[in-house]
């Protein structure tokens, strides 16, 4: 089994800066993609931005040029730093991790006002 544990929500203004963090522990030999999903209520989940054990990202068109993902393999984490916030980025944040099969953290709650 993998666990996935984010951290790094929280509420902050237009325009502010987050770093959300997700750690993964357990049977992560062969860890692959991770990525950050963000989901509203009664939308579907999103896929916000992936990382491939390599370095290569991909990003959300409406999040390119603000948001960066980053990747540490000896510890197992992923990061998403995401500056200039908008309200519209108001969501929670899922970590997605795959290893055979995908697994999912238990989300963090990022809210934007404007």
């Known amino acids: 089994q993998v666990q996935l544990v984010e951290s790094g929500g929280g509420l902050v203004q237009a325009g502010g800066s987050l770093r959300l963090s997700c750690a993964a522990s357990?049977?992560?030999?062969?860890?692959?993609?991770m990525a950050w999903y963000r989901q509203t209520p009664g939308k579907q989940r999103d896929l916000v931005a992936r990382?491939?054990?390599?370095?290569?990202?991909i990003y959300a068109d409406s999040v390119k040029g603000r948001f960066t993902i980053s990747r540490d393999n000896v510890k197992n984490t992923i990061y998403l730093q995401m500056n200039s916030l908008k309200p519209e980025d108001t969501a929670v944040y899922y970590c997605?991790?795959?290893?055979?099969?995908?697994?999912w953290g238990q989300g963090t709650q990022v809210t934007v006002s404007s």
């Open positions: 997605n991790a795959v290893i055979s099969r995908p697994y």
């Open positions: 357990g049977s992560t030999f062969g860890i692959g993609l």
């Open positions: 990382i491939s054990i390599g370095g290569n990202t």
